[in-house]
């Protein structure tokens, strides 16, 4: 691996023994717009081809139109709808409720193959398992089954690859390919639901009273950034939160979408009055570091993004979650930690919570986690200043922490 490390000491805050790690991507090259910047892309590529309609991209009429309009009985639609949202299952010998003779059809009509399972890895004792899946037109997503006390969480993709460019993220090197469809995305939900019907998830933590038998909450921190989709991802967590035969019928607050700062879609989001939970991808409270760290802050700074995120929690009522990778000698210096709550507690108390998250140790990288006496001091700020901050656990981390490292693999 190539190392681009640039170590250049400090000049900013009360904290100028301490290094700056500037950050640059290691053995690859970011694409650079004309403008000197890295590239950003927020639309899909021209002419890509277009998953199949499956019944989780429509609505309950429109999958009844759609049958009526094969020649099929209409209502059907419902049956087939509650093989898929409530036992998981799109496979025809299973649905004996329909007529034999039209099982085969109306499966096919519904349920074209959207995900194909490539690889799964189980770790954390079996509480965890990562899937690589492979789409309709040969590309490759992750999604991320972890299993906690009373819940179940599923981390989805959104998108194929990513167009938002972070120098630290294997998914966002080849740039965007196209828009994972509403129901490629729900469909990773659906599948994690039949792999721990089939006892797929064994989690050493079971007591056998409060498990969870399905997946109880989405976390949209997968390959792609979902507000870069928004149109798909919002029909996607319509489905997620309409009862059964309409979708899933799961509690929009166990869902988390997050971002790296697409102001205007944040404002949008704020607007749609689902109250599902927001978190700002931040990593960085300062323009200076952040417009190298996340591509996307040249766009929208930090300060607007944090102001549309303070909006959402206005709008809604909803406590927003900061997110904030902890990387060594990069952005974990104390007195960033001060500048992040002087700008959190300026736009008000009690509407924020900060979620820390350590990297991953990895030796001679400039990627690496911050030392943990430097992440409890980091903690220690924030909460003395008043703003509740909490490390996040670090679930699949000794499979690959990182969104996208898999499927790059491959
Ligand atoms: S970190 Fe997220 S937004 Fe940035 S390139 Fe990776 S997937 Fe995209």
């Known amino acids: 691996m190539r190392r681009m490390t640039s170590q250049t000491p400090s000049t900013a805050g009360p904290n100028r023994a301490r290094p700056q790690v500037r950050p640059t991507p290691e053995g690859w090259k970011q694409p650079m717009g004309p403008d000197g910047r890295p590239q950003l892309q927020f639309a899909q590529k021209p002419r890509v081809s277009q998953p199949p309609v499956h019944l989780a991209d429509l609505t309950l009429a429109e999958r009844q139109e759609k049958l009526k309009g094969m020649g099929l009985q209409g209502f059907r639609a419902k049956q087939l709808s509650v093989h898929y949202f409530q036992h998981f299952t799109t496979d025809p010998a299973k649905m004996t409720d329909l007529p034999a003779a039209q099982r085969e059809e109306l499966a096919e009509a519904m349920f074209p193959t959207l995900l194909t399972e490539v690889k799964r890895l189980v770790t954390d004792n079996g509480d965890t398992i990562k899937f690589l899946w492979r789409l309709f037109d040969g590309s490759l997503v992750e999604s991320v089954l972890m299993r906690y006390p009373g819940r179940v969480t599923l981390c ?23 828009n994972m469809s509403a129901a490629e995305i729900l469909d990773q939900i659906v599948q994690a639901n039949r792999v721990i019907a089939e006892g797929g998830l064994k989690g050493s933590g079971r007591d056998g009273v409060h498990d969870a038998e399905r997946v109880t909450n989405i976390v949209f921190m997968g390959m792609g950034e979902p507000l870069a989709n928004y149109k798909r991802v919002m029909s996607a967590v319509h489905r997620m939160i309409d009862e059964a035969p309409e979708g899933l019928g799961m509690s929009a607050r166990g869902i988390t979408v997050s971002t790296v700062g697409l102001v205007p879609a944040i404002n949008k989001l704020a607007d749609e009055d689902i109250p599902i939970t927001f978190a700002l991808s931040l990593h960085a409270p300062d323009d200076e570091l952040r417009d190298d760290l996340i591509p996307v802050n040249s766009r929208w700074k930090a300060d607007e993004a944090i102001d549309a995120a303070y909006n959402y929690y ?72 008043g703003v509740p901050t909490t490390l996040r656990d670090t679930r699949g981390k000794e499979i690959d922490g990182a969104c996208g490292q898999l499927a790059a693999a491959e």
């Open 314 to 385: 206005r709008k809604t009522g909803r406590r927003v979650s900061i997110e904030y990778a902890l990387i060594k000698d990069m952005n974990d210096h104390p007195w960033r930690a001060a500048l992040l709550a002087k700008k959190l507690n300026a736009r008000g108390r009690g509407w924020v919570h900060v979620n820390p998250i350590p990297l991953n140790p990895t030796p001679g990288s400039i990627w690496t986690s911050s030392e943990p006496e430097v992440m409890q001091e980091f903690l220690d700020i924030l909460n003395d200043a």
């Open 156 to 178: 989805v993709s959104s998108q194929c690859g990513c167009g938002m460019n972070c120098p630290f993220c294997a998914t966002g090197q080849n740039g965007l390919t196209r």
